[in-house]
């Protein structure tokens, strides 16, 4: 039956690339439609929703469809150029369809790291546990009040009052450094609650609150909402894997959405524009290209339609931009900020930016081989969370976040999502290990 579903979607792919050719753009976006829907049914079915791989295709359709979806409903004409978005469509399609199909081919292989087959084994010991739990917490805590406190003393208590492109530009390191380090701390956190805890002491509704300060503060103060999901879809994973999620969390999620899409009208704005920009956000109509998912298309409609691309970062000189900037002040850029810099100088200088498009990036550094060498990419780096134990759960939690949201990634923000955060986690695991095993002399398997 799963060859005969992955068939059909490879007849589909090529009934959308004779439409393509024959440049009946509208019908092949008609069809890509229909096509992603069954693939997002059969990978909810199969490989289950709330798995790393299915939320990066399910969010990943949104990205692909706006572009299109803005040209021939909402009559973007002006700004988007239909061979290209039909061009675009394809290169999304086959790059979903070799993930699946590679998945699908291994979904039931795991892999065994030896160390975190030993951290897997030394959770079950009660003193490694509580000892890694110990210390997420105090990390957690000093981590969120430094961030909260360093923010403060740099741009004071006015919401609104500097901009998110100077918000965006800062290269503070404890800034950054924080940044990086609390969403991953906090799934860590929730994960050895869910796993290794059953009743919540004071210090936990401490953290809760903190939890909470420092998800309030990013999303007012910094204006950032994809963090925030990002972090919330993690949590959700790790309940699904770990226990049944709750049926309320669902009515909660559907709210937390509503409300993040209005935050978006408001967010790092003075208070007193609230209401005036809330009432404009409703009033106005919602194509596409106004929504999270507009600049998507318009990057791709940007980098096929000139030569400039030729001067774009690759993939390779995405490896060495990966050092913190205050070892290597000289590192190279990365794709998204090249393009900021070469069509809209005036807002890079000014410490502006965009999101980018992953398929594009690839596109521009492999050619028509895009799609599959993507699609090996991203394959490995799900197939990493195939650990079995508990530790696999955490895994699950952390891909989530890393790479739901990458289709608006360049492949340097793909290295650093992966490279920074988890650096920290493996030293604060490590940490633990060794901790509980030359301070307690504990039998470590």
Same mark, same amino acid.
């Given at each position: 039956?799963?060859?005969?579903?992955?068939?059909?979607?490879?007849?589909?792919?090529?009934?959308?690339?004779?439409?393509?050719?024959?440049?009946?753009?509208?019908?092949?976006?008609?069809?890509?439609?229909?096509?992603?829907?069954?693939?997002?049914?059969?990978?909810?079915?199969?490989?289950?929703?709330?798995?790393?791989?299915?939320?990066?295709?399910?969010?990943?359709?949104?990205?692909?469809?706006?572009?299109?979806?803005?040209? $021939?409903?909402?009559?973007?004409?002006?700004?988007?150029?239909?061979?290209?978005?039909?061009?675009?469509?394809?290169?999304?399609?086959?790059?979903?369809?070799?993930?699946?199909?590679?998945?699908?081919?291994?979904? @039931? &292989?795991?892999?065994?790291?030896?160390?975190?087959?030993?951290?897997?084994?030394?959770?079950?010991?009660?003193?490694?546990?509580?000892?890694?739990?110990? !210390?997420?917490?105090?990390?957690?805590?000093?981590?969120?009040?430094?961030?909260?406190?360093?923010?403060?003393?740099?741009?004071?208590?006015?919401?609104?009052?500097?901009?998110?492109?100077?918000?965006? @530009?800062?290269?503070?390191?404890?800034?950054?450094?924080?940044?990086?380090?609390? #969403?991953?701390?906090?799934?860590?956190?929730?994960?050895?609650?869910?796993?290794?805890?059953?009743?919540?002491? &004071?210090?936990?509704?401490?953290?809760?609150?903190?939890?909470?300060?420092?998800?309030?503060?990013?999303?007012?103060?910094?204006?950032?909402?994809?963090?925030?999901?990002?972090?919330?879809?993690?949590?959700?994973?790790?309940?699904?894997?770990?226990?049944?999620?709750?049926?309320?969390?669902?009515?909660?999620?559907?709210?937390?959405?509503?409300?993040?899409?209005?935050?978006?009208?408001?967010?790092?704005?003075?208070?007193?524009?609230?209401?005036?920009?809330?009432?404009?956000?409703?009033?106005?109509?919602?194509?596409?290209?106004?929504?999270? /998912?507009?600049?998507?298309?318009?990057?791709?409609?940007?980098?096929? &339609?000139?030569?400039?691309?030729?001067?774009?970062?690759?993939?390779?000189?995405?490896? #060495?931009?990966?050092?913190?900037?205050?070892?290597?002040?000289?590192? #190279?850029?990365?794709?998204?900020?090249?393009?900021?810099?070469?069509?809209?100088?005036?807002?890079?200088?000014?410490?502006?930016?965009?999101?980018?498009?992953?398929? !594009?990036?690839?596109?521009? @550094?492999?050619?028509?081989?895009?799609?599959?060498?993507?699609?090996?990419?991203?394959?490995?780096?799900?197939?990493?969370?195939?650990?079995?134990?508990?530790?696999?759960?955490?895994?699950?939690?952390?891909?989530?976040?890393?790479?739901? /949201?990458?289709?608006? $990634?360049?492949?340097?923000?793909?290295?650093?999502?992966?490279?920074?955060?988890?650096?920290?986690?493996?030293?604060?695991?490590?940490?633990?290990?060794?901790?509980?095993?030359?301070?307690?002399?504990?039998?470590?398997?």
């Amino acid at each position: 039956m799963k060859i005969i579903y992955l068939f059909c979607f490879l007849l589909l792919a090529f009934s959308q690339f004779f439409l393509f050719t024959i440049e009946e753009y509208k019908y092949q976006f008609i069809l890509f439609e229909l096509s992603y829907i069954l693939i997002i049914v059969y990978v909810s079915y199969r490989f289950y929703f709330m798995s790393a791989i299915s939320l990066f295709i399910f969010i990943t359709f949104f990205y692909l469809s706006a572009g299109s979806l803005d040209l $021939f409903y909402f009559n973007n004409s002006d700004n988007l150029n239909a061979e290209r978005m039909g061009l675009l469509l394809l290169f999304g399609y086959f790059f979903i369809y070799v993930l699946i199909l590679l998945w699908s081919i291994f979904e @039931n &292989k795991f892999i065994n790291f030896k160390l975190l087959e030993k951290v897997n084994n030394s959770l079950a010991n009660t003193n490694y546990s509580q000892i890694l739990y110990r !210390i997420i917490t105090v990390f957690l805590l000093f981590m969120i009040v430094l961030y909260i406190g360093k923010f403060l003393s740099m741009y004071g208590f006015s919401i609104g009052g500097v901009s998110r492109g100077d918000l965006y @530009n800062t290269s503070n390191f404890i800034l950054v450094l924080a940044k990086v380090m609390i #969403p991953q701390f906090i799934i860590i956190y929730v994960w050895l609650r869910v796993t290794f805890k059953s009743k919540n002491t &004071k210090i936990d509704y401490l953290v809760i609150f903190f939890i909470f300060l420092f998800i309030f503060f990013d999303m007012f103060f910094k204006g950032d909402r994809r963090v925030t999901l990002s972090t919330l879809m993690a949590i959700g994973g790790i309940y699904y894997y770990a226990k049944a999620l709750p049926k309320q969390y669902i009515f909660i999620g559907i709210g937390g959405i509503i409300f993040l899409s209005l935050l978006g009208a408001i967010r790092n704005r003075p208070i007193s524009v609230w209401a005036d920009n809330i009432e404009y956000y409703m009033a106005r109509d919602f194509a596409p290209s106004d929504t999270e /998912f507009g600049p998507f298309s318009m990057i791709a409609n940007y980098l096929m &339609k000139d030569d400039m691309f030729l001067t774009m970062p690759t993939l390779f000189s995405s490896f #060495p931009s990966v050092i913190p900037g205050f070892l290597y002040p000289e590192r #190279p850029i990365g794709s998204s900020v090249w393009f900021v810099k070469t069509y809209f100088e005036d807002y890079y200088n000014s410490g502006g930016g965009f999101a980018f498009n992953i398929i !594009i990036d690839a596109a521009l @550094n492999f050619g028509y081989f895009a799609p599959i060498v993507l699609a090996i990419i991203y394959f490995l780096l799900f197939f990493l969370g195939k650990q079995k134990g508990v530790i696999g759960v955490l895994l699950t939690g952390l891909l989530i976040y890393s790479l739901t /949201f990458t289709a608006r $990634f360049d492949f340097l923000s793909i290295w650093q999502s992966i490279i920074h955060g988890w650096i920290f986690v493996f030293l604060v695991f490590l940490f633990a290990l060794f901790f509980v095993k030359y301070k307690y002399n504990a039998p470590l398997k």
